[in-house]
């Protein structure tokens, strides 16, 4: 599997998962109410998903 499919794959499972986690279960529960559960769900699987990029994107120094 090429690294761009792969790379997709990961982020909309982080994606995803960011969502379902925070956004329907942990922030509710916390008493976190309307566009702040999206923006905070949305910040976390971003920077998540920007990690991933940069981890798998990155030039090797041995070359």
Do not use: H, N, Q, W
């Not at 794959?9 to 309307?34: K, N, Q, R």
């Amino acid at each position: 599997m090429t690294k761009p499919i792969l790379f997709i794959l990961l982020a909309v499972a982080i994606a995803t998962g960011c969502f379902l986690l925070l956004g329907v279960l942990l922030l509710p529960a916390l008493g976190v109410e309307g566009m702040a559960r999206t923006m905070i769900a949305g910040g976390v699987s971003g920077g998540l998903i920007a990690l991933v990029y940069f981890y798998m994107f990155r030039k090797s120094d041995a070359s």
